[in-house]
Nanobody, 128 residues
Framework: QVQLVESGGGLVQAGGSLRLSCAASGRTFTTYTMGWFRQAPGKERELVAAISWSGGSTYYADSVKGRFTGSRDNAKNTVYLQMNSLKPEDTAVYYC?????????????????????WGQGTQVTVSS
């Protein structure tokens, strides 16, 4: 399995921006679909963005569409989540996750159960 390490979280004012990074170990990064999840206190973990193995296809939850952008650099084994126009409701622990490719992947149907490797999470706090 791939090992994942997130970075880039922090405290930001509403309307600000942050970029999260997730570095993956190993030489098979292109065989993974990547996802960004978040979990706020008292809430379930939710998928906010998914990025195909090439980066050519992406999915976003309605709550972040138009504000967040997921991307990946396969040469650097790294996936990113650019978060703009942040809102207090975006406050959560953000996790990156990897799903091994196995046939057709419908990004909009992915759930937590589809991902086998997880990072440790990084806190994002948006103040009002």
């Amino acid at each position: 399995q791939v090992q994942l390490v997130e970075s880039g979280g922090g405290l930001v004012q509403a309307g600000g921006s942050l970029r999260l990074s997730c570095a993956a170990s190993g030489r098979t990064f292109t065989t993974y679909t990547m996802g960004w999840f978040r979990q706020a206190p008292g809430k379930e973990r939710e998928l906010v963005a998914a990025i195909s193995w090439s980066g050519g296809s992406t999915y976003y939850a309605d709550s972040v569409k138009g504000r967040f952008t997921g991307s990946r650099d396969n040469a650097k084994n790294t996936v990113y989540l650019q978060m703009n126009s942040l809102k207090p409701e975006d406050t959560a622990v953000y996790y990156c996750a990897a799903k091994r490719l196995n046939g057709l992947v419908l990004l909009h149907r992915l759930t937590e159960a589809n991902f086998s490797s997880w990072g440790q999470g990084t806190q994002v706090t948006v103040s009002s």
